[in-house]
C-alpha cells in the first residue's frame, strides 16, 4: 500500500472539484488464475497478490481510496466494494452491464472512492459466479477520530475501556466461507445440464483454511432435523451430510441426477487441509475480530468455546453491545465481536456451523493463549454440529435485540412503495425478484446502464425519484430458505417483519392491523439483511431507504447460485437526477477522478 498526500484538482461533467489537501490510500491488486490447495485439494483458483484469500485493505476513514486492478486471468471480472456506498462515484461499484464493462484480460482498471463510512467490508467479484472461485478478501475502514465508540456499554472502568479500545485499533477480519470441488463454470454448467441447484459445500474454511470431512452416515442420522426426515420419506442426508435432489426442494421442477458428478452432493472425500490459528496474550484482556460472510450457500453460526463475544459492530457501523456465545453469520453480512481473554491459557475451538437446512456442514480453527498452557482437557462448545445451542443455558443472537449506537429513526412517511415477490422460476437454480428472473446476459451489456439507462429491459430494473423515501417489501414463498439480500450504495432501515404471505397495500395499512411488527424507533441499520424463516406459510420483510445516491445499483440475493439465477433487481436511483460519467472512468489504463467531493 502506498499512502500519498498533495493537493489533487479534477473536473466531471457534473461535478465541480475544488483543491482540497486530502489523503489517498492507493492498493494495486493484480488477479491470476492458478492451481492452489485448498482444504487438502488442488483446483484452480482466484489468487490476488498471489493470495487467497485476498489481503486485507486497511484505511482510515475520509480517506481517497484508488484501488488499481490488473486482470491476469483468461476470463473478464470486476471488483464490488460491498457496504461501500459510493456516494458520487457509481462508476466504482463494480457490477458489470450496470456501472461499467467487464475487466477483460490483460486490462486494467481504477476504481476511484470515498471511505465515508468506518468498520469492516468485502471486497469481492461481481462477475458470474467468481466469488465460488476464490475471489474475495476483507476492507477495514479505522473509524475517524470524532467517532463516539458504544465500548461504555461494557464497562466504564477507564483501564478497561482504554483495552476495549486498543483491542478494536488491533482488530482483525474472520473470513468465513465454503469451498467446493469444482470451479463456478463447472457448477453453473451442472446446474443446467442436471436441473439441480447447487446448494451443497465441500468445506468450510476460515481465513481460507480448512479441511474435507465425511462423518459417518449415522452421525449424518442423528443430526438430520425433524423437517427433512419428513421430506426424505426414509432416505438419508448424503454422505456430504447434504439434502439429495427431492422435487420439494427443487421445487417441483424436472431434473436428472444422472448428469451430477460425484462430489456435486454426494461422494464425500476426506482429505486434510490446514486449519487457522488465532494466537492471543492474555496480557491484551480482550481480542476483537471482525466476522465476514462470503460463502457461497452456507449461513454459519460462529462461536468460540468457552468465550462470550460482545457484538459491537454491523455491517460497518456500531451498535450498543450485546452478549452472547454463538452468532448466525447470514452470506454478505459482517460483525465485530470482542472476547474477553479470561479463560486459563490453552487452545479452545473456533467452531462454524451451516445453519441451512441444505447440509450438514461445519468447520473449525483454534483460539490460542500465547502462554504456558494451563488447559489440557478439551474446550466446551456452546453450539452443535448444526449450529443449535447445546443447551438452554447457551445464548445464539437474537436479531431482533441489535439497536443502532447511536440510533436513528427513519422517515416516518414514505413516497413509494414496491412490493416485490420471491420465488423459484422454471427451474431449481432460477429465481425471481419482483416481476421477472433477471438473466446473467445483463452483464454482457455493451453500455452499462450507468450510461445509457434504456438499455436494460424495463422488467429488471425498479425507478425512484432524488430524495425521496421508499419502502421495499419482499413476500416470500412457503419453503424458502432465508436470503440475505444485500442493496448496494447507501444503507436501509430494517422497519418490520413477519410470518405468513404480505396482503397489505404498504406500511401505513399494515400498521394499522399488526403494529407490533414494526420498528420505527430504533431500527436495525443495514447493507444484508436475511429474510425470515418461511417455511410454515410464507414471511415478509419490509425495509426503507432514502435515494440519495444517483445511479444504478443492484440489489439481489447473496446467496451467490441465487444472483446468478436470477434474484436480482436493479434500482434505477434517482432517474431525475442522473450522473453523467467522466470521459475517462470505463476505458483501461485511465484514471477516474482521484479527489471526491466534500
Not at 424463516?533 to 446467496?559: D, M, Q, T
Request: hydrophobic share 35%.
Amino acid at each position: 500500500m502506498r499512502v500519498s498526500y498533495g493537493k489533487l484538482i479534477l473536473a466531471s461533467l457534473f461535478l465541480s472539484f475544488r483543491w482540497a489537501q486530502c489523503r489517498v490510500v492507493e492498493y494495486n491488486l493484480t488477479l491470476t488464475w492458478e492451481d492452489l490447495e485448498v482444504a487438502g485439494v488442488t483446483r484452480k483458483t482466484i489468487l490476488i497478490n498471489e493470495q487467497f484469500p485476498g489481503p486485507l485493505l486497511r484505511m482510515k476513514q475520509g480517506d481517497n481510496v484508488e484501488i488499481m486492478v490488473t486482470n491476469n486471468m483468461p476470463f473478464s471480472t470486476t471488483v464490488h466494494f460491498h457496504g461501500i456506498r459510493q456516494q458520487g462515484t457509481p462508476w466504482s461499484d463494480g457490477v458489470p452491464g450496470l456501472t461499467q464493462l467487464p475487466i477483460e484480460p490483460g486490462d486494467q482498471f481504477l476504481y476511484a472512492w470515498n471511505a465515508d463510512d468506518y468498520g469492516t467490508y468485502i471486497y469481492h467479484s461481481h462477475e458470474a459466479a467468481l466469488i465460488d472461485d476464490g475471489f474475495y478478501g476483507a476492507i477495514y475502514i479505522e473509524p475517524a477520530d470524532n467517532i463516539e465508540k458504544p465500548f461504555s456499554f461494557i464497562t466504564t472502568d477507564e483501564a478497561e475501556l482504554e483495552l476495549l479500545r486498543k483491542a478494536e485499533q488491533n482488530t482483525q477480519p474472520v473470513i468465513l466461507s465454503d469451498w467446493r470441488r469444482f470451479t463456478s463454470d463447472e457448477i453453473l454448467s451442472i446446474e443446467e445440464i442436471s436441473g439441480v441447484e447447487s446448494y451443497c459445500a465441500s468445506s468450510i474454511l476460515v481465513n481460507g483454511k480448512g479441511s474435507m470431512y465425511c462423518p459417518p452416515q449415522q452421525q449424518i442420522n442423528e443430526l438430520t432435523r425433524p423437517e427433512l426426515k419428513v421430506l426424505l420419506k426414509g432416505r438419508n442426508m448424503s454422505d456430504m451430510g447434504c439434502l439429495p435432489p427431492i422435487p420439494a426442494r427443487l421445487g417441483f421442477f424436472p431434473f436428472d441426477t444422472s448428469n451430477i458428478p460425484q462430489g456435486y452432493y454426494q461422494g464425500c472425500t476426506p482429505a486434510a487441509g490446514e486449519t487457522e490459528v488465532f494466537w492471543i496474550n492474555p496480557a491484551w484482556r480482550y481480542v476483537s475480530y471482525d466476522l465476514i460472510n462470503i460463502a457461497g450457500s452456507s449461513s454459519l453460526v460462529f462461536s468460540v468455546d468457552e468465550h462470550p463475544l460482545h457484538i459491537y459492530a454491523v455491517d460497518g457501523r456500531y451498535v450498543e453491545p450485546v452478549l452472547v456465545d454463538a452468532l448466525t453469520v447470514h452470506i454478505g453480512t459482517r460483525y465485530s465481536v470482542m472476547a474477553k481473554l479470561d479463560q486459563p491459557a490453552g487452545n479452545y475451538t473456533v467452531r462454524v456451523a451451516n445453519s441451512y437446512a441444505n447440509q450438514i456442514i461445519n468447520g473449525t480453527a483454534i483460539l490460542s493463549y500465547q502462554a504456558p498452557i494451563e488447559k489440557n482437557s478439551v474446550s466446551k462448545p456452546y453450539i452443535t454440529e448444526i449450529g443449535t445451542a447445546v443447551s438452554q443455558e447457551t445464548s445464539i443472537l437474537n436479531e431482533n435485540n441489535l439497536v443502532p449506537f447511536p440510533p436513528v429513526p427513519p422517515a416516518l412517511d414514505v413516497d413509494r412503495t414496491y412490493i416485490l415477490n420471491i420465488h423459484m422460476y422454471n427451474a431449481s437454480y432460477r429465481w425471481v425478484l419482483g416481476n421477472d428472473s433477471y438473466p446473467l446476459s445483463i452483464e454482457e451489456l455493451s453500455t452499462p446502464v450507468l450510461y445509457n439507462i434504456s438499455s436494460i429491459p424495463v422488467q429488471y430494473t425498479l425507478s425512484t425519484l432524488n430524495d425521496t423515501w421508499i419502502d421495499l417489501i419482499f413476500n416470500i414463498e412457503t419453503g424458502e430458505p432465508q436470503h440475505p439480500l444485500h442493496k448496494h450504495s447507501n444503507r436501509f432501515f430494517v422497519i418490520g417483519e413477519g410470518s405468513g404471505p404480505w396482503t397489505y397495500s404498504s406500511v401505513a395499512e399494515a400498521m394499522e392491523q399488526i403494529p407490533e411488527s414494526f420498528n420505527f424507533v430504533n431500527p436495525q441499520i443495514r447493507d444484508t439483511y436475511a429474510t425470515p424463516n418461511s417455511r410454515a406459510g410464507g414471511s415478509w420483510l419490509a425495509i426503507r431507504y432514502h435515494v440519495e445516491n444517483p445511479g444504478p445499483f443492484l440489489l439481489h440475493c447473496h446467496v451467490i447460485m441465487h444472483q446468478a439465477g436470477g434474484l436480482d433487481l436493479a434500482l434505477l436511483d434517482g432517474i431525475d437526477a442522473w450522473p453523467t460519467v467522466p470521459e475517462d472512468v470505463n476505458l483501461p489504463y485511465l484514471r477516474p477522478p482521484a479527489v471526491l467531493p466534500s
